[in-house]
């Protein structure tokens, strides 16, 4: 069973960027299609992004295309989301999740594996 621990949340400026990280404990994270998912107050887990297991085809939300670009390194078992021109709508806790089976999907019970989540908190 794969362990994921987020980090790189934090406050930013409307426009400004961060990258988060999610690192997992496990060496066979190669195997594991990744994604990033967020939580705003009274909302619903939303989609963000993911990656396949080899790193190509990264699916992204339509929110979020042109602006946050999901990347992958696999000899350090970890998984980024870099995240520019951040809007107040953007404010959210994101999760990082992996699924065992090959395809980037958007939908959050396939996945397998969750962190703890971190916070990203935008000012206008």
């Known amino acids: 069973q794969v362990q994921l621990v987020e980090s790189g949340g934090g406050l930013v400026q409307a426009g400004g960027s961060l990258r988060l990280s999610c690192a997992a404990s496990?060496?066979?994270?190669?195997?594991?299609?990744m994604g990033w998912f967020r939580q705003a107050p009274g909302k619903e887990r939303e989609f963000v992004a993911a990656?396949?297991?080899?790193?190509?085809?990264?699916l992204n939300a339509d929110s979020v295309k042109g602006r946050f670009t999901i990347s992958r390194d696999n000899a350090k078992n970890t998984v980024y989301l870099q995240m520019n021109s951040l809007k107040p709508e953007d404010a959210a806790v994101y999760y990082c999740?992996?699924?065992?089976?090959?395809?980037?999907?958007?939908?959050?019970?396939?996945?397998?594996?969750w962190g703890q989540g971190t916070q990203v908190t935008v000012s206008s």
């Open positions: 999740a992996a699924r065992t089976n090959f395809w980037a999907v958007q939908v959050a019970s396939e996945y397998d594996y």
């Open positions: 496990e060496g066979t994270f190669s195997r594991y299609t």
């Open positions: 990656i396949s297991r080899g790193g190509g085809k990264p």
